[in-house]
């Protein structure tokens, strides 16, 4: 490091590979801020038990289930409630609490089937070769011998989406007798089950078959506002690259009218995140030189504009940069940090894309640069 606390591109050229350098010099370095730890797992690089945890049981989770079934995104993409879709999911992968089930993990509430009386209760069993469910299937043999997890394998890889909601109805109203059987010992009727199978595929089909109404430009779109008097506001985007990304910033007054702009570059970031904090930063520091005290800026990066905000610590990997932001903030004035839609951002937008083309940084004053100028009212 330099004696300002910047990266030493000459002795970084003698010791590493040129696409190293870009990546290096890409990672956020002050002096004045001491090393601290990160965890990588949350945005704000806060470390909490619950994400430890998720982390482990997740990992575990994918390295054991080694089943039939595969088909995840077609059983995700059915036009099903979400509850029946999770059903539906922990029966393939075969976590339903079903009486077998419970006894691997030693919880013991008796055995056998509670709608056939069977000796035990299976997934496989309840779903395929309960007599209940043979006459929902209207199948004496759904299963021909094997899981229900490969029969919902076959059903939702080369099935129609109308027998795959079907067999989703047959699984919804089998779990649901069989609970209220067994906690509210409501007795179970075939002819309520079957009515409630066709009931369900009526009802699913009328609900997610209803196309949402076209939306017209005003429905999307909303407007950018001008500030109070006395104030400037100041639109910041920006925007990714091959080589790096580029930033936009647009100053307006309480009428709307240009004021002032700038537009750069710089090289090594790929991460979203990172070039809009990277973009308010270089928007404060340009802010300074024009000598108002009363600023509203506006990003649509909504993890910016909360981590700005908000009265935590900030661990994350641009938790520096965001803290130069407020000391850049605290330095001009009066700065105000808000999040809007990107449809009220188009102009910082459209000057963030233009920076592509640009060799340098470059700022407008008073006529803004062609790229924008004919999205503004004259």
Same mark, same amino acid.
């Given at each position: 490091?330099?004696?300002?606390?910047?990266?030493?591109?000459?002795?970084?050229?003698?010791?590493?590979?040129?696409?190293?350098?870009?990546?290096?010099?890409?990672?956020?370095?002050?002096?004045?801020?001491?090393?601290?730890?990160?965890?990588?797992?949350?945005?704000?690089?806060?470390?909490?038990?619950?994400?430890?945890?998720?982390?482990?049981?997740?990992?575990?989770?994918?390295?054991?289930?080694?089943?039939?079934?595969?088909?995840?995104?077609?059983?995700?993409?059915?036009?099903?409630?979400?509850?029946?879709?999770?059903?539906?999911?922990?029966?393939?992968?075969?976590?339903?609490?079903?009486?077998?089930?419970?006894?691997?993990?030693?919880?013991?509430? $008796?055995?056998?089937?509670?709608?056939?009386?069977?000796?035990?209760?299976?997934?496989?069993?309840?779903? $395929? /070769?309960?007599?209940?469910?043979?006459?929902?299937?209207?199948?004496?043999?759904?299963?021909?011998?094997?899981?229900?997890?490969?029969?919902?394998?076959?059903?939702?890889?080369?099935?129609?989406?109308?027998?795959?909601?079907?067999?989703?109805?047959?699984?919804?109203?089998?779990?649901?007798?069989?609970?209220?059987?067994?906690?509210?010992?409501?007795?179970?009727?075939?002819?309520?089950?079957?009515?409630?199978?066709?009931?369900?595929?009526?009802?699913?089909?009328?609900?997610?078959?209803?196309?949402?109404?076209?939306?017209?430009?005003?429905?999307?779109?909303?407007?950018?506002?001008?500030?109070?008097?006395?104030?400037?506001?100041?639109?910041?985007?920006?925007?990714?690259?091959?080589?790096?990304?580029?930033?936009?910033?647009?100053?307006?007054?309480?009428?709307?009218?240009?004021?002032?702009?700038?537009?750069?570059?710089?090289? &090594?970031?790929?991460?979203?995140?990172?070039? /809009?904090?990277?973009?308010?930063?270089?928007?404060?520091?340009?802010?300074?030189?024009?000598?108002?005290?009363?600023?509203?800026? /506006?990003?649509?990066?909504?993890?910016?504009?909360?981590?700005?905000?908000?009265?935590?610590?900030?661990?994350?990997?641009? &938790?520096?940069?965001?803290?130069?932001?407020?000391?850049?903030?605290?330095?001009? $004035?009066?700065?105000?940090?808000?999040?809007?839609?990107?449809?009220?951002?188009?102009?910082?937008?459209?000057?963030?894309?233009?920076? $592509?083309?640009?060799?340098?940084?470059?700022?407008?004053?008073?006529?803004?640069?062609?790229?924008?100028?004919?999205?503004?009212?004259?």
């Amino acid at each position: 490091m330099t004696a300002s606390g910047d990266w030493d591109v000459q002795v970084l050229r003698e010791f590493f590979e040129t696409e190293d350098i870009h990546r290096i010099l890409a990672t956020p370095a002050n002096k004045h801020f001491k090393d601290s730890w990160r965890w990588l797992g949350d945005i704000r690089g806060i470390y909490s038990v619950k994400q430890g945890y998720q982390l482990l049981t997740s990992g575990e989770a994918n390295a054991s289930y080694t089943g039939p079934f595969s088909a995840w995104s077609k059983l995700w993409s059915l036009p099903v409630p979400p509850r029946t879709k999770h059903l539906l999911w922990r029966c393939a992968r075969d976590i339903l609490p079903v009486r077998e089930n419970l006894k691997l993990k030693h919880v013991w509430i $008796g055995g056998g089937c509670p709608l056939c009386s069977a000796p035990y209760e299976s997934s496989s069993h309840l779903f $395929g /070769e309960c007599w209940y469910a043979k006459d929902l299937w209207c199948q004496t043999d759904i299963l021909q011998g094997l899981s229900i997890q490969h029969v919902m394998q076959s059903i939702l890889s080369l099935s129609s989406t109308t027998k795959a909601v079907e067999m989703a109805a047959v699984f919804y109203v089998i779990w649901t007798t069989r609970n209220n059987l067994v906690w509210q010992n409501t007795a179970p009727s075939i002819v309520r089950m079957r009515n409630h199978v066709s009931h369900l595929q009526n009802l699913w089909a009328e609900a997610y078959s209803k196309q949402p109404r076209g939306l017209t430009q005003a429905d999307t779109e909303v407007a950018w506002e001008p500030p109070n008097s006395g104030k400037l506001k100041c639109n910041v985007d920006a925007a990714l690259f091959t080589s790096g990304a580029g930033f936009g910033a647009v100053v307006r007054d309480h009428m709307g009218r240009f004021v002032a702009a700038r537009g750069g570059r710089f090289d &090594g970031i790929q991460d979203p995140f990172m070039a /809009e904090t990277i973009a308010v930063r270089e928007a404060l520091s340009w802010l300074k030189t024009l000598h108002h005290r009363s600023f509203i800026i /506006e990003s649509d990066c909504l993890n910016f504009c909360n981590a700005f905000n908000s009265c935590f610590s900030e661990f994350s990997y641009v &938790g520096t940069i965001i803290a130069q932001c407020r000391v850049l903030a605290s330095d001009i $004035g009066d700065v105000t940090v808000c999040h809007i839609r990107r449809s009220s951002n188009h102009v910082a937008h459209a000057l963030a894309r233009a920076t $592509g083309s640009m060799s340098g940084s470059q700022v407008w004053e008073n006529i803004p640069p062609a790229c924008i100028s004919k999205l503004f009212h004259h």
